[in-house]
C-alpha cells in the first residue's frame, strides 16, 4: 500500500491527525496495534480545553460534545479544610469542558468511515524503516500476513511506549525526564459527583482530586505510593480514604457505588525535544508526558496534532515545506509551559516523601496566596483553560 501519511497509533493523537488530513484530501493510513474496543477500555483524561473541543468543532463532530459535555466556568484548589474557588470564567472569559478521552475517542472511530478514513486494527509486530531517506515506510502483520505502507511520512502518535521516538537514533535524540515517587490510584464509578466543579486537594493524608465523566458518573484519583498495586486497593477501602479527604470539602459528600474501572498511574514529566527526525514525526504522549495535575496531556497531544496537521496540509496541498521545518520549535514552545504548569501544580499539591515541616509551610503559604491574591488566580486559570495556539 502507498500513502501520503502513515500514522501510528490510533489514539487521540492519531485519530484526530487522520481526521483532519482526510478533512484536506490528504492521504493517510491509521495503523494500531490492539483492537478499537482495548483502545476505547482505557480510561483516562476527562477535561478538555477549547482547543481540543475546538478541533472537533472544525471537523463537525462535536455533536455530542455539544450535547454530553460539561462546561466547567471554574474549579477548586483545595486544603484539608479550605476551598479556594479559581473563577476561570471571570478570569480568563474562557471554560474548560468535561467529557472523557474515550467519548473523544469513540466519535473519532465511529466517524472514520464515512470520512474514508482507514484505519487498520490489531496490526502486530510493527517496525519503521528508512526515516532518513526519501521513501520511508512501515511493515507489520496483519491476521498472520506480512503487510507494507509506502508513505512521504510517519506520524509517530504511538504514546510514550510505542516503537517512533526508538526509531530515532540515540545520538541526535535530545530528552528530559523527571519522574515523581508516587502515583495516581483512580476510579470510576456510576455516582453522582460529590461537587459540581473539581476539587485538587493537598491534603494531609496527601493529594486527591475529586472530577466527573456527567451528572451521574464520577471519577476521583489519591496519591498513593509507588510500591501500592491495585489490589491492595478493595472499592471499600479507597471509598473511605476519600470521604475523609471529601465529605467537608464538598457541596453533597462522596456517593459510594460499585467501581467501573480502578487503576494506577505512575506520575512522570517528559519531554523528548527530538520531534522531527527525517520523514518521521512525533505527536502526543510519544514525544511527552506531563504528570496529570491540571489535566494537560490530551490537551497537548491536541495542540501537537493541529502544528503537524497544518504543516503537513500546507506541504502536501500547497508544496509548502516552512511548516514542517517549524513544526518542532512550534509545539515545544507550547509543551514546556504545559510541562512547567503541571509540574508546579503537582508540586503544589502533593505531599512529597522527602518535604519535611518547612516544605509543608510554603505549599501552604502558596495556597493562602492563591487565595487572596486575584492575579495568581489569573495566571492559574490562564494556563489551566490552555494557552492560545
Ligand atoms: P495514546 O493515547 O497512548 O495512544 C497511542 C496509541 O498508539 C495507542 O492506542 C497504542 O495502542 C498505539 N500503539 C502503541 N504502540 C504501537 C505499535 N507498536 N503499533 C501500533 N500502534 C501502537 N491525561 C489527562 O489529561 N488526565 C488524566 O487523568 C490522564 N490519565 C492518564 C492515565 C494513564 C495510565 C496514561 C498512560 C495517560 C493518562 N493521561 C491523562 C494522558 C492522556 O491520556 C494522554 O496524554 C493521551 O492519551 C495522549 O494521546 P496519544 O494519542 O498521544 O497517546
Ligand atoms: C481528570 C484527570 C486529570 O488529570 C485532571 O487534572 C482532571 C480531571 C479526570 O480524569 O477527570
Same mark, same amino acid.
Given at each position: ?50 482547543? =481540543? ?9 462535536? &455533536? ?14 483545595? =486544603? ?11 478570569? =480568563? ?25 482507514? %484505519? ?10 528508512? %526515516? *532518513? ?77 475529586? &472530577?466527573?465523566? $456527567?451528572? =451521574? ?14 489490589? *491492595?486497593? $478493595? ?33 512522570? !514529566? ?71 504548569? !503541571? ?24 495556597? *493562602?496566596? %492563591?487565595?487572596? &491574591? ?16
Amino acid at each position: 500500500m502507498k500513502t501520503a501519511v502513515a500514522i501510528i497509533g490510533a489514539g487521540p493523537s492519531g485519530l484526530l491527525l487522520g481526521h483532519l488530513l482526510r478533512q484536506a484530501g490528504v492521504d493517510c493510513v491509521v495503523v494500531e496495534r490492539q483492537a478499537a474496543d482495548y483502545v476505547l477500555g482505557r480510561v483516562r483524561a476527562g477535561v478538555l480545553e477549547t482547543v =481540543t473541543t475546538g478541533l472537533m468543532e472544525r471537523l463537525g463532530l462535536d &455533536s455530542r460534545l455539544q450535547r454530553e459535555g460539561l462546561i466547567e466556568e471554574g474549579f477548586n484548589l483545595a =486544603t484539608d479544610d479550605r476551598l479556594i474557588r479559581v473563577d476561570v470564567k471571570a478570569l =480568563t472569559g474562557s471554560h474548560v469542558t468535561v467529557y472523557g478521552q474515550t467519548e473523544v475517542t469513540r466519535d473519532l472511530m465511529e466517524a472514520a468511515e464515512s470520512r474514508d478514513l482507514q %484505519v487498520i486494527y490489531e496490526a502486530k509486530d510493527l517496525a519503521i524503516h528508512d %526515516v *532518513d531517506g526519501a521513501q520511508p515506510f512501515l511493515t507489520y502483520r496483519k491476521d498472520g500476513a506480512d503487510q507494507r505502507i509506502d508513505a512521504d511520512f510517519i506520524a509517530g502518535c504511538d504514546g510514550y511506549h510505542g516503537p517512533s521516538r526508538k526509531a530515532i537514533p540515540a545520538a541526535v535524540l535530545r530528552d528530559y525526564e523527571l519522574a515523581y515517587p508516587f502515583g495516581w490510584l483512580g476510579i470510576l464509578a456510576d455516582v453522582p459527583p460529590c461537587h459540581h466543579e473539581l476539587i485538587y486537594a493537598n491534603t494531609e493524608r496527601g493529594f486527591a482530586l475529586a &472530577s466527573m465523566r $456527567s451528572e =451521574t458518573r464520577s471519577r476521583y484519583y489519591i496519591q498513593v505510593p509507588l510500591t501500592d498495586r491495585v489490589e *491492595d486497593w $478493595s472499592e471499600e477501602r479507597l471509598w473511605d480514604e476519600l470521604a475523609i479527604r471529601f465529605d467537608t470539602l464538598s457541596e453533597r459528600g462522596v456517593t459510594r457505588g460499585p467501581a467501573i474501572e480502578m487503576s494506577i498511574a505512575p506520575l512522570r !514529566s517528559y519531554v523528548c525535544e527530538t520531534m522531527r527526525h527525517g520523514r518521521l514525526f512525533l505527536a502526543g504522549d510519544s514525544a511527552h508526558i506531563v504528570p496529570p495535575t491540571g489535566a494537560k496531556g490530551l490537551n497537548l497531544a491536541a495542540s501537537d496534532v493541529a502544528y503537524l496537521a497544518e504543516a503537513l496540509i500546507a506541504f502536501h496541498v500547497h508544496g509548502d515545506e516552512a511548516g514542517l521545518a517549524g513544526f518542532q520549535a512550534r509545539a515545544l514552545a507550547r509543551i514546556w509551559k504545559a510541562e512547567r504548569f !503541571s509540574w508546579y501544580l503537582t508540586k503544589l499539591m502533593h505531599r512529597f516523601p522527602t518535604d519535611g515541616a518547612f516544605e509543608h509551610k510554603m505549599q501552604a503559604a502558596e495556597l *493562602d496566596y %492563591v487565595a487572596s &491574591s486575584e492575579t495568581m488566580q489569573r495566571s492559574i486559570a490562564e494556563n489551566y483553560v490552555g494557552l492560545p495556539l
